[in-house]
């Protein structure tokens, strides 16, 4: 047992590893704000990627269906021509010049012919109409099925059953409909409240029309489209017989001679039976294809499995052929190949029957969804405004009979604000925001409010609503659409909007701490987090206001100290609630509310010495504490009151943790003044690791290590710095050659160490006042000429501590140029 549950441990955490390392992939960890960030921001890079990369073309499945309809109306429509010739023939040239001088049996055989050919045409016009109608209702996916529809031209059992069950079913929803008649009447009070029933449906379902008030089993209209099909059949099969019997037989009549009426009779009639029996030969012919295709090779069932719908797929796909049929049909032969399963699905969103609504959104979810046909999908959706509107009113929905379409619509439009261009569409929708705010509701907030309005059956029938899944989608759609900038300034001004995803960042001791907590609770925490980071993250005037906004909400910060204390299980909720906390400490207020939060440094501090926390964790929170103690006395005051200095100092020899814990030692050093002079003094036993770093290092930590000796110096007389020198085994005039070389290396300002020359001409300026022979060597070895060409090649990079994105924030209180100016004054010194 204990085995495996090390087991269980283990891959847990290379879990949280691999996580973590995604995250900061995507969320540009790899840099800092203690240096500028290119233009074009990484959290976009994912829009680029999706734009740039290539498109494999995939076939419609849907074509297969077109295409069978469009030959289907080939031969229809040869059939209708050619049964329009035989009918003009046989009333204008048998029955009009010849129906007095016609045999008995061929007059009957005409008459015959054409009036069930008459029938036939008449039913064959309306099928369609009532197979259409049949197609109308999610509900008659069972018995009215397209393949129990066909079936039944093979066993007239089958259809008899179905009638069967048909008379049974409508006989249970007639009683069914007198009781809830009865409960309505009796209940009234009860079933006004549109929230918890299904809203009276105040129009007929087509499928389900009594056309008469007797035998309403039969002549429903889900049923009539069966009786015109085998009225068809029958017609053109007596057709068929008829036409070959005379054919065969050549029984025309006979023709005396000098009779000139009769001359042309037998001609006349054996066109007349020719047109008959090939219309009738080429509709039967139709119906065997239909029959081969849908019953036997099983067409539309091959369709739906391409197209994934799933078993409720066969009702779209049955819609979609009769449609496309119908297209064909009565317009031109073509029509039907312009149509596709995307552009169905919008049409019948927009329908006014909830039915047709639920097929539609079904249909545009399955192809978003789909790797296969999602790019195609979401370019037509998006590019078609009504429909995005249609989705973003529907958010709107609370119905819970609605459930399963506002859901579709959430994540349809997740996938929508995937792409940088449809996501700004999307938020450019009037009304956006607050339907995707509506997403946000829970289950508890529902009830508080249910309470105080009296309706507490709505609490009771929402039990089952699944609240939690449009929490994350809303969370979801939320986090897509924040990776613009100007969304996020759209985000924090939807009213109400930030509290409600401040509150789901909430996590209590017990579930973070609990093993067999539910995923969905974890996950909507980690999306509040990751969108709370990102709007803490963005730039300008928008990311300024954004900043204030949150951490003026009263739980921000005590919610992250939460997931900090408590989440040592979820290493990566603590690495988003860190960078939060480093966001928002680029505001000066927010710096000194999350300071003055109980705990939170303490936390902090904790995070960063703990060896048992994963290093994405340490290093943010490193990072976090550095910005927290920037510029601000009173968060140096509460570090250096935890007694941290000694372990601060040790940090500074584990390659993870140095760089950080050297920003925070030097932040303290230079912000903290003389009110703590004597626990800083204990920084000094850091110099002779400060000093072989400097020497070694490269980068980024050489940086930061040059900056932490300008001031870790100060703190020493003459006589402490010379015996560090010698313990570290290194000569000042070294440490003034590197200081040149440092100057000479980076002739230009570079963005991964914007302020190595600041420190190094710092350093610089220390050493010669603490010890005049500096000035000497310095001067041998060139740093007034690499001083001048400082002068000439500064940049504004180099006048911030920190930046956010490309501007700079926290302006050091001396320029460079004064420091130039220092330290050329004390190269002149004699």
Known sequence: ???????????????????????????????????????????????????????????????????????????????????????????????????????????????????????????????????????????????????????????????????????????????????????????????????????????????????????????????????????QIASATTCVVLSLMKLIRHDYGEVEKGDTDKRNRKTALFIFYSLALAEASLFLMEKAYWEWKVIYRKLLDEVNNECELGPSGMISIRRFFYDAYSKCVYGSIFDGLKMDMVTFGMDLLASSSPDEKLIGVRILHQFATNDRFSDDTLQKIGTNIEVMDRLIEILNWKDPQEEEIRRSAAEILSKLAGKKQNSLRVAGIPGAMESISSLLQTNRTYSIAADEIGEKQIVFDHANYAFWQFNHLGLLILKKLARDHDNCGKIGNTRGLLPKIIDFTHAEERLLKDENAAASQILTVKRSLQLVKMLTSTTGATGRQLRKEISEIVFTISNIRDILRHGEKHPMLQKLGIEILTGLALEEEATEKIGGTGGVLKELLNIFFNQETLNPVRTAAGEALAMLALESKSNCHRILKLKVIERLVQALEVPSLRVNAARIVRNLCAYEGGDCFKQLQGITTSAPTVLEAIMTGQGKFQEVMVGLAAEVFKYMTGEESRIMFERAGILEADLANKMVQILKTYEHPRIKVPRIRRFAIELAIWMMRENASNVRVFRDLGLESELEAVLETTAQIESFNIFSGTVGLSRHSTTIHSLVETALKLLAVE
């Open 1 to 231: 047992m204990d085995r495996g549950k090390s087991s269980e441990d283990d891959s847990s955490v290379h879990l949280q590893i691999v996580e973590l390392q995604r995250l900061s992939g995507a969320y540009g960890s790899s840099t800092t704000i203690f240096e500028p960030q290119g233009g074009i921001e990484k959290r976009d890079s994912s829009f680029a990627k999706s734009v740039n990369s290539p498109v494999p073309v995939v076939r419609a499945p849907e074509k297969k269906l077109t295409l069978f309809a469009l030959r289907l109306a080939v031969l229809e429509k040869a059939a209708t021509s050619l049964g329009t010739l035989g009918f003009i023939w046989a009333t204008v040239v048998l029955l009009g010049g010849f129906a007095i001088v016609l045999d008995r049996t061929d007059f009957w055989f005409i008459t015959v012919i054409l009036l069930i050919e008459g029938t036939r045409i008449f039913s064959r016009s309306h099928e369609l109409e009532w197979q259409h109608q049949a197609t109308w209702s999610v509900a008659d996916a069972g018995i009215n099925s397209f393949r129990a529809l066909r079936s039944s031209s093979h066993l007239i059992v089958e259809t008899a059953k179905a009638i069967f069950s048909s008379l049974i079913a409508a006989r249970k929803q007639s009683q069914l409909s007198i009781s809830r008649e009865v409960r309505g009447s009796s209940d009234g009070a009860n079933t006004g409240n549109c929230d918890v029933q299904r809203k009276q449906n105040r129009t007929w379902r087509s499928s389900e029309v009594p056309i008469l008030p007797y035998g309403q089993w039969f002549f429903l209209s889900r049923n009539i489209s069966k009786l015109l099909y085998w009225l």
